[in-house]
């Protein structure tokens, strides 16, 4: 008991900012970036000139289109698993086998 009531001045004292730490400079604060009014910060290309893909967006773009594909494909061509759908079909032939149907 003795050992938790001396942790617990400890634990709080290091919970705390120091002041000497780094707390008051975040990624938010101002300075640390200007905004340029561009998206992504990127200016646009001189008149006359088409922006150049950087090395990552083909294969970002062509990943993105055929996850898309495969899974528009694949969740309309999967089968129907639905219990309810089951019990339907199940009910239909036990009617159909006693004559009711």
């Given at each position: 008991?003795?050992?938790?009531?001396?942790?617990?001045?400890?634990?709080?004292?290091?919970?705390?900012?120091?002041?000497?730490?780094?707390?008051?400079?975040?990624?938010?604060?101002?300075?640390?970036?200007?905004?340029?009014?561009?998206?992504?910060?990127?200016?646009?290309?001189?008149?006359?000139?088409k922006r150049h893909w950087e090395?990552?967006?083909?294969?970002?773009?062509?990943?993105?289109?055929?996850?898309?594909?495969?899974?528009?494909?694949?969740?309309?061509?999967?089968?129907?698993?639905?219990?309810t759908t089951w019990a339907r079909?199940?009910?239909?032939?036990?009617?159909?086998?006693?004559?009711?149907?």
């Amino acid at each position: 008991m003795s050992f938790l009531k001396r942790l617990a001045p400890s634990a709080l004292r290091n919970l705390r900012p120091r002041a000497d730490s780094h707390a008051k400079e975040t990624f938010l604060s101002p300075g640390k970036h200007t905004p340029g009014g561009y998206l992504f910060n990127e200016s646009p290309p001189p008149p006359g000139q088409k922006r150049h893909w950087e090395s990552w967006e083909l294969p970002w773009y062509f990943t993105l289109v055929a996850a898309t594909v495969m899974l528009t494909v694949g969740l309309s061509a999967k089968p129907d698993t639905n219990i309810t759908t089951w019990a339907r079909k199940e009910a239909a032939k036990e009617l159909k086998e006693e004559g009711k149907l």
